[in-house]
């Protein structure tokens, strides 16, 4: 009975407020509560917008404090292998004072060794440049033997290539020798010719003549073995280049290498007629090798 006459009382007052206002000013208070709305959703758009924007913030704070962060791990650990190397450097300075048992002559060499190290960009600019150097020279040299080579020679019958600083010179057997012999073929000697006219234009260069064989044994009234054969057909170029195209002896070279250092398997014969080959290799004679690596030549 009460909750009914108390709802009966906010239903009059309620008649009665709205009997107070103005259809006008209701409607007024309508538009402005709609504004009012209107401009709320708009501070949340923009309230979304601002913390969108916080939280780019927030990572790319967060990367940059991980890129400094690692920076900062690298700079430690380089500073760390700093300080390792320049331990190593006194411990090993300290063993070198302690080899007391060193004799003059020695000690001597190793403070012009610590003198040469205080030189060393000179040395290494020195050696560089002599590399270039002989670069250059068996690069040429190659291209003129091919050049002079090329007219009736077959591919597989020579092969020219720079190896490091020489120029290998590798001939077929059936080209240069008659079979199981260490003979040389009319048409090896003209080829020899013509390896000779250039070998003549490098004073410079040493010539090694290799005799290589495959794995098939031989032994003759003239020949023991393959150690044999290869170091008979190696002196039979070298003869050939001293006495028929004028090659000075003292810059030729012979050498038998057998059946090994082989190119291919033996197991075949095309892998065998591979391995039966003399190889030619024109070189920088040794003094002037060592001289470029005299620290006493390196400039001032």
Same mark, same amino acid.
């Given at each position: 009975?009460?909750?009914?006459?108390?709802?009966?009382?906010?239903?009059?007052?309620?008649?009665?407020?709205? #009997?107070?206002? #103005?259809?006008?000013?209701?409607?007024?208070?309508?538009?402005?509560?709609?504004?009012?709305?209107?401009?709320?959703?708009?501070?949340?758009?923009?309230?979304?917008?601002?913390?969108?924007?916080?939280? /780019?913030?927030?990572?790319?704070?967060?990367?940059?404090?991980?890129?400094?962060?690692?920076?900062?791990?690298?700079?430690?650990?380089?500073?760390?292998?700093?300080?390792?190397?320049?331990?190593?450097?006194? *411990?090993?300075?300290?063993?070198?004072?302690?080899?007391?048992?060193? #004799?003059? &002559?020695?000690?001597?060499?190793?403070?012009?060794?610590? &003198?040469?190290?205080?030189?060393?960009?000179?040395?290494?600019?020195?050696?560089?440049?002599? *590399?270039?150097?002989?670069?250059?020279?068996?690069?040429?040299?190659?291209?003129?033997? *091919?050049?002079?080579?090329?007219?009736?020679?077959?591919?597989?019958?020579?092969?020219?290539?720079?190896?490091?600083?020489?120029?290998?010179?590798?001939?077929?057997?059936?080209?240069?020798?008659?079979?199981? #012999?260490?003979?040389?073929?009319?048409?090896?000697?003209?080829?020899?010719?013509?390896? /000779?006219?250039?070998?003549?234009?490098?004073?410079?260069?040493?010539?090694?003549?290799?005799?290589?064989?495959?794995?098939?044994?031989?032994?003759?009234?003239?020949?023991?073995?393959?150690?044999?054969?290869?170091?008979?057909? /190696?002196?039979?170029?070298?003869?050939?280049?001293?006495?028929?195209?004028?090659?000075?002896?003292?810059?030729?070279?012979?050498?038998?290498?057998?059946?090994?250092?082989?190119?291919?398997?033996?197991?075949? &014969?095309?892998?065998? /007629?591979?391995?039966?080959?003399?190889?030619?290799?024109?070189?920088?004679?040794?003094?002037?090798?060592?001289?470029?690596?005299?620290?006493?030549?390196?400039? *001032?």
């Amino acid at each position: 009975m009460k909750l009914t006459l108390k709802f009966l009382f906010i239903l009059s007052l309620g008649v009665f407020v709205t #009997s107070c206002v #103005s259809k006008k000013e209701f409607q007024q208070v309508q538009a402005d509560l709609a504004k009012a709305n209107e401009e709320l959703g708009e501070c949340g758009v923009s309230l979304n917008d601002y913390m969108n924007r916080l939280g /780019a913030c927030e990572e790319r704070s967060k990367v940059k404090d991980n890129t400094i962060k690692l920076r900062q791990e690298q700079i430690d650990d380089l500073r760390a292998q700093l300080k390792d190397a320049r331990e190593v450097r006194d *411990k090993q300075l300290t063993q070198v004072g302690d080899l007391t048992v060193l #004799s003059q &002559s020695a000690n001597n060499n190793i403070k012009e060794t610590l &003198s040469q190290l205080e030189r060393k960009d000179k040395y290494i600019n020195l050696l560089q440049a002599a *590399k270039t150097k002989a670069d250059s020279i068996n690069l040429a040299l190659a291209v003129n033997l *091919k050049q002079s080579l090329k007219g009736g020679i077959e591919d597989d019958d020579v092969n020219i290539k720079v190896d490091k600083t020489v120029v290998m010179i590798n001939l077929s057997d059936k080209m240069l020798y008659q079979s199981g #012999s260490a003979a040389i073929t009319s048409r090896a000697d003209e080829v020899l010719g013509k390896i /000779a006219t250039i070998i003549k234009e490098r004073q410079g260069f040493d010539v090694m003549v290799e005799g290589y064989t495959d794995n098939v044994p031989i032994k003759n009234d003239c020949i023991t073995d393959n150690w044999d054969l290869s170091v008979k057909r /190696a002196t039979s170029v070298v003869r050939a280049l001293q006495k028929n195209h004028g090659i000075d002896p003292n810059r030729l070279i012979a050498a038998g290498r057998g059946e090994f250092n082989t190119l291919a398997s033996n197991d075949t &014969s095309e892998g065998r /007629a591979t391995n039966r080959r003399t190889r030619i290799i024109i070189m920088p004679q040794l003094d002037q090798f060592y001289d470029l690596l005299n620290p006493n030549n390196v400039p *001032k």
